[in-house]
């Protein structure tokens, strides 16, 4: 099983950049996915996650400026960020908590992604 996050980059303050990552890999069911982010210096904190019957939390300090979607026909999220402010720089993370086949077997377990930069600022 792999995550694979695409997006993000330079974005200017006011502005808007998104994201995407796509889980593959013998994966019978996404229960959870979304994104992380670590600032420098700092804990990684929640951004957005979103179950896969379309439950969402988002961080308080992301709620009416950044959207999270997801496909799970797909095994795909997405993050759009609007509004963007200085301190959404970080490195952003996907996650997913998923079901997958093993020569075990079912599996369980959570995945996080190589991790894309956002930088933020003018």
């Known amino acids: 099983v792999q995550l694979q ?10 502005g808007s950049l998104s994201l995407s990552c796509v889980a593959s890999g013998s994966i019978i069911n996404i229960a959870l996915m979304g994104w992380y ?8 904190e929640l951004v957005a996650l ?15 400026r950044f959207t999270i979607s997801r496909e799970n026909a ?17 490195t952003y993370y996907c996650y997913a908590d998923l079901v997958y086949r093993s020569p ?3 599996m369980e ?14």
């Open 5 to 14: 996050a695409s997006g993000g980059g330079l974005g200017q303050p006011g």
């Open 37 to 44: 982010r670590q600032a420098p210096g700092k804990q990684r």
């Open 50 to 64: 979103v179950t896969n019957g379309g439950r969402i939390r988002y961080a308080d300090s992301v709620k009416g």
């Open 74 to 90: 797909k095994n795909t999220v997405w993050l759009q960020m609007d509004s963007l402010r200085p301190e959404d720089t970080a």
């Open 104 to 106: 075990s077997g079912r």
């Open 109 to 122: 377990s959570s995945y996080w992604g190589p991790g894309t930069l956002v930088t933020v600022s003018s």
